[in-house]
T-cell receptor, first 111, second 113 residues
Framework: GQNIDQPTEMTATEGAIVQINCTYQTSGFNGLFWYQQHAGEAPTFLSYNVLDGLEEKGRFSSFLSRSKGYSYLLLKELQMKDSASYLCAVILRQAGTALIFGKGTTLSVSS | EAGVTQFPSHSVIEKGQTVTLRCDPISGHDNLYWYRRVMGKEIKFLLHFVKESKQDESGMPNNRFLAERTGGTYSTLKVQPAELEDSGVYFC???????????FGPGTRLTVL
């Protein structure tokens, strides 16, 4: 079966840097997404990685290692508004374009 | 550009009743997805439309669930009859063509009592 693991909860302080890890054991991996979801709202797209390496987008960066089945989302200069759930999701070749999600990591940022 | 909208935002029904959820994708998006999150679990795929055709319905839990997308615009997901285990948040997402990013709606929270 397909398995995607992320930590359940993380805490950090304003201005800090936090790294949220995601490991996956899947067959036919075709790409990995990170979404942010505030409580009661729609998940919003943060990043998509298909090749190994780091993709930087403002305060957020995402890294992928296909050989290790590993990704992380790096959030810099944390702000209170970054408190949210961060969802790791993969796309498999044989599954078309449906996303397979991990359970999500709830990040709490305090002042 | 308006985002993906879903109606209703919340629905509370009794076991055995019928409920219909609606999703309006972003205008022009030919791909439409339904997902569900049961409490304590991950978001799980239900089905995928391309225009009005069902591309993949491998995630539909059983025949009490019926999804339609007549005309290739909005979609409905009907649960009949609803069971307690159907409670959860139902998300809809859409995307355009071969683009990777799926845009999600805010979800419908369904509670079956």
């Amino acid at each position: 079966g397909q398995n995607i693991d992320q930590p359940t909860e993380m805490t950090a302080t304003e201005g800090a840097i936090v790294q949220i890890n995601c490991t996956y054991q899947t067959s036919g991996f075709n790409g990995l997404f990170w979404y942010q979801q505030h409580a009661g709202e729609a998940p919003t797209f943060l990043s998509y990685n298909v090749l190994d390496g780091l993709e930087e987008k403002g305060r957020f960066s995402s890294f992928l290692s296909r050989s290790k089945g590993y990704s992380y989302l790096l959030l810099k200069e944390l702000q209170m508004k970054d408190s949210a759930s961060y969802l790791c999701a993969v796309i498999l070749r044989q599954a078309g374009t449906a996303l397979i999600f991990g359970k999500g990591t709830t990040l709490s940022v305090s002042s | 550009e308006a985002g993906v909208t879903q109606f209703p935002s919340h629905s509370v029904i009794e076991k055995g009743q019928t409920v219909t959820l609606r999703c309006d994708p972003i205008s022009g998006h030919d791909n439409l997805y339904w997902y569900r999150r049961v409490m304590g679990k991950e978001i799980k795929f239900l089905l995928h439309f391309v225009k009005e055709s069902k591309q993949d319905e491998s995630g539909m839990p059983n025949n009490r669930f019926l999804a339609e997308r007549t005309g290739g615009t909005y979609s409905t997901l009907k649960v009949q009859p609803a069971e307690l285990e159907d409670s959860g948040v139902y998300f809809c997402a859409s995307k355009q063509g071969a683009n990777n990013e799926q845009f999600f709606g805010p979800g419908t929270r369904l509670t079956v009592l």
